[in-house]
């Protein structure tokens, strides 16, 4: 049960010359009224119906309090709202907001809040493939991985011509006795390496993986099972595939190639490479020392690796040399050269994948999907996948939502900050539920446009 509210008052400077008191005795008030957008949001998309679809309850019914969806809905929401730990859930479990979210006011048991607490939802992310005497949810990782790409997909109305697919590793370090822990040299730390792919802002792909392997390790599966799963509902759609030079294996290359999908990775730079495009470094040195400002040229080859390439392909060279030292680079890609000219194919279509870093900075920093301290990686890999759909959740927001407001291309901390922390008075009749927010919010046209908007897509 919620704890008696404390009804000592604090006093403060004076203002005007009177007195400034404060205390814990407003009632059922929320901070969290905006969240009222998210559950308007899911109605529209239908994610957390289907995302508790790809569980299975073992539990009686008859001694159950909490739906697995009730249990989805809050941990989805809470990490949107911003409340990464499950003991958060402890104190979130009496907010009036969820409860509303929750669809249930009050507990069916004597003694229980409406939604559920950390040990329910420790359970529940603790849930295996098969159930046990302990862990009665069991949970499908094969149709959540499926749910990611539907929601993709259904986030368009017509089968746009061309897609570009963006993969990326990055380091998820780690602060316990994890399975599966590692020390990655590069990142200099033990961590995971988790695998992402995303479309523009669209979160296809969070595979969790161990840190010991190669940064492409099983990048052609999870590949051939997104490319096959949007195939089957656009057929003829070109795909592009992007990466660094860390994916530019043979083995994903000539998938690729196999399969009608165009590449364009980076690839490593080494002797080789650099003695092709000598000339014009040198030529970017002798502009840049003449205008004091960096200099670049461009150069395309047929290049192949020694022994780990399969068969020759085409190379663009980017010879800059900025200050006073050279910065050679290089991407491997399937274009032609008709499609996209060498300066054109570097600048406007290969650099634009660094966009992708910031949407992975939102899932790790603004929806804690680097909040992986359990033990085994089992439960982290579902950490995970409940941040990317709280990603998702909010990225529907935006898209739905927020599209002609100042936010549409607001990251998901922003919007959460401005449009979801709202101090609101919960007010409960017999007739209905009043949700009566801070009348100086500053963002209230945008609230309403966005309610506007879901509510017509959710029709």
Same mark, same amino acid.
């Given at each position: 049960?919620?704890?008696?509210?404390?009804?000592?008052?604090?006093?403060?400077a004076?203002?005007?010359?009177?007195q400034?008191v404060?205390?814990f005795?407003?009632?059922?008030?929320?901070?969290?009224?905006?969240?009222?957008?998210?559950?308007?949001?899911?109605?529209?998309?239908?994610?957390?119906?289907?995302?508790?679809?790809?569980?299975?309850d073992?539990?009686?019914?008859?001694?159950?309090?909490?739906?697995?969806?009730?249990?989805?809905?809050?941990?989805v929401?809470?990490?949107?709202?911003?409340?990464?730990?499950?003991?958060?859930?402890?104190?979130?479990?009496?907010?009036?907001i969820?409860?509303?979210?929750?669809?249930?006011?009050?507990?069916?048991?004597?003694?229980?809040?409406?939604?559920?607490?950390?040990?329910?939802?420790?359970?529940l992310?603790l849930?295996?493939?098969?159930?046990?005497?302990?862990?009665?949810?069991?949970s499908?990782?094969?149709?959540?991985?499926?749910?990611?790409?539907?929601?993709?997909?259904?986030?368009?109305?017509?089968?746009?011509?061309?897609?570009?697919?963006?993969?990326?590793?990055?380091?998820?370090?780690?602060?316990?006795e994890q399975?599966?822990?590692?020390?990655?040299?590069?990142?200099?730390?033990?961590?995971?390496?988790?695998?992402?792919?995303?479309?523009?802002?669209?979160?296809?792909?969070?595979?969790?993986?161990?840190?010991?392997?190669?940064?492409?390790?099983?990048?052609?599966?999870?590949?051939?099972?997104?490319?096959?799963?949007?195939?089957?509902?656009?057929?003829?759609?070109?795909?592009?595939l992007?990466?660094?030079?860390?994916?530019?294996?043979?083995?994903?290359?000539?998938?690729?190639?196999?399969?009608?999908?165009?590449f364009?990775?980076?690839l490593?730079?080494?002797?080789?490479?650099?003695?092709?495009?000598?000339?014009?470094?040198?030529?970017?040195?002798?502009?840049?020392?003449?205008?004091?400002?960096?200099?670049?040229?461009?150069?395309?080859?047929?290049?192949a690796t020694?022994?780990?390439?399969?068969?020759?392909?085409?190379?663009?060279?980017?010879?800059e040399?900025?200050?006073?030292?050279?910065?050679?680079?290089?991407?491997?890609?399937?274009?032609?050269?008709?499609?996209?000219?060498?300066?054109h194919?570097?600048?406007e279509?290969?650099?634009?994948?660094?966009d992708?870093?910031?949407?992975i900075?939102?899932?790790?920093?603004?929806?804690?999907?680097?909040?992986t301290?359990?033990?085994?990686?089992?439960?982290?890999?579902?950490?995970?996948?409940? *941040? $990317?759909? /709280?990603?998702?959740? @909010?990225?529907? +927001?935006?898209?739905?939502? &927020?599209?002609? %407001?100042?936010?549409?291309? *607001? $990251?998901? /901390?922003?919007?959460? @900050?401005?449009? +979801?922390?709202?101090?609101? &008075?919960?007010? %409960?009749?017999?007739?209905?539920?009043?949700? /009566?927010?801070?009348?100086?919010?500053?963002?209230?046209?945008?609230?309403?446009?966005?309610?506007?908007?879901?509510?017509?897509?959710?029709?």
């Open positions: 049960m919620p704890t008696e509210c404390n009804s000592e008052k604090f006093g403060f004076r203002v005007g010359g009177r400034v404060a205390g005795d407003g009632g059922r008030i929320s901070t969290d009224a905006g969240g009222l957008l998210l559950g308007s949001t899911d109605r529209a998309i239908n994610l957390v119906g289907r995302f508790a679809g790809c569980f299975t073992h539990r009686s019914a008859a001694l159950i309090e909490h739906e697995v969806e009730t249990l989805i809905l809050q941990r929401v809470g990490l949107a709202l911003g409340y990464e730990d499950l003991n958060d859930h402890d104190e979130l479990r009496h907010d009036p969820m409860a509303v979210l929750s669809g249930k006011l009050e507990a069916g048991r004597k003694g229980c809040a409406a939604v559920a607490g950390k040990s329910t939802l420790n359970r992310e849930s295996r493939p098969e159930p046990t005497r302990y862990h009665k949810i069991s499908d990782g094969v149709a959540i991985e499926a749910l990611l790409v539907d929601l993709f997909l259904e986030a368009h109305r017509c089968p746009p011509k061309q897609i570009i697919l963006d993969l990326d590793a990055t380091d998820d370090p780690l602060h316990g399975e599966g822990r590692f020390f990655h040299g590069y990142y200099g730390n033990y961590c995971y390496l988790p695998l992402y792919i995303f479309c523009g802002r669209h979160l296809l792909v969070s595979k969790l993986r161990r840190s010991d392997i190669d940064g492409a390790a099983g990048a052609v599966e999870e590949v051939e099972r997104v490319i096959g799963q949007i195939r089957r509902r656009w057929p003829r759609v070109r795909i592009l992007r990466a660094d030079s860390g994916f530019a294996r043979d083995e994903l290359m000539a998938w690729c190639e196999a399969n009608r999908v165009d364009l990775f980076g490593a730079r080494n002797a080789r490479l650099v003695g092709e495009i000598e000339t014009e470094l040198a030529e970017a040195a002798e502009q840049s020392g003449r205008t004091g400002k960096p200099a670049r040229r461009f150069r395309e080859l047929r290049y020694l022994k780990s390439w399969s068969r020759e392909r085409r190379v663009v060279a980017k010879a040399w900025t200050g006073d030292k050279a910065n050679p680079r290089f991407v491997v890609t399937s274009l032609a050269p008709a499609e996209a000219g060498a300066r194919l570097y600048e279509i290969y650099c634009a994948r660094g992708m870093e910031n949407r900075k939102e899932c790790q920093l603004d929806l804690f999907a680097d909040r301290s359990a033990h085994t990686m089992r439960a982290n890999q579902l950490r995970l996948w409940f *941040a $990317s759909m /709280a990603y998702v959740l @909010l990225c529907a +927001l935006r898209r739905i939502g &927020l599209a002609a %407001t100042q936010f549409a291309k *607001a $990251s998901c /901390a922003t919007i959460r @900050l401005k449009l +979801l922390k709202i101090g609101a &008075l919960v007010q %409960t009749s017999v007739r209905r539920i009043k949700i /009566a927010m801070a009348s100086a919010c500053p963002y209230q046209r945008e609230f309403a446009h966005a309610h506007a908007c879901l509510a017509a897509a959710a029709r």
